[in-house]
């Protein structure tokens, strides 16, 4: 009896095992372009931290809150949709502020338009004094040499995270430049106040960056305006900022219109966030930057 007992169960097992595969395939498949991430990756980044990434050298704390953030730069729709949860609990991280910045479809970021950020490094030195007291833009950080050139908020934007964990922005299918691979910068704030116009005060709990999946990417990358970009895209392999961290950090995405993929994607990623860290600034400009200069 107890081997028929055990039998029994180690069909279960099996038929279990089975159901999950397919499970797991089926959600896969869904996704069409979803790559590098499946719904076992997703358990075992359950109440897990997601990893901390620099904050690269292009940040400047408008802070301005806005759902749409394309202003007038050209590409690719992308519905973003960006969920928190709290490593803690475990549950979804309400009244969060998620700040998103990326390039547009040539790579140049609103701040440093004078900037070819398809030839980072230029003249060595000291990084720029910090702007007056009261200036348009507040702190920014950047390799050295590097300064903000100007104040445009292209392709930057705060939103509040509602009882779901969840915060969307309209945007557009970010480009690329020389050193790095496609994908969009956040910082996730706590404790601050939701004006208006922008989001005030609080401190950071987490830096990171999502990153698209190579095969989207390329085709992209021949639609119009992208494909008056020549320079030549750094492969997911190859970035030296996402190192093996894709599974946590890689954009489920959804093309809208199965008949044409310049009618935009729908795209959904979760991170797992500690609300109470305050993580140190890391990457390009952030080593020895002034304590007064962090916001």
Known sequence: MEMKERQDRMMVGKIWSRRRML?????GAGWGWMRGTSLFAQE???CTLSPELEVGPYYVNYELMRKDIRE???????????????SKTCLPLKDAAVDVWHCDAMGIYSGYTKNNPDSMGGPGGMLPPPPPKGAAGGPHYGPPGMKQTDQETFLRGVQITGKDGSAEFLT???GWYVSRDIHVHLEVHMGGKAGEKKYAGG????IGQIAFPDDLSDAVAKLEPYAQHKKERTRLEDDHVFHDDLANVMLRLQQIDS????????GEITFWVDPDAMPKQEGPGSGGMPEQWVD
């Open 72 to 86: 007038d730069r050209a590409g690719v729709p992308l519905h973003l949709k960006i969920v928190l949860m709290n």
């Open 44 to 46: 075992k980044a359950a």
């Open 259 to 266: 008949s044409s993929m310049t009618k935009g994607f729908t």
């Open 23 to 27: 499970a797991v395939g089926a959600a």
């Open 203 to 206: 401190h950071v709990c987490h």
């Open 172 to 174: 557009i299918y970010p």
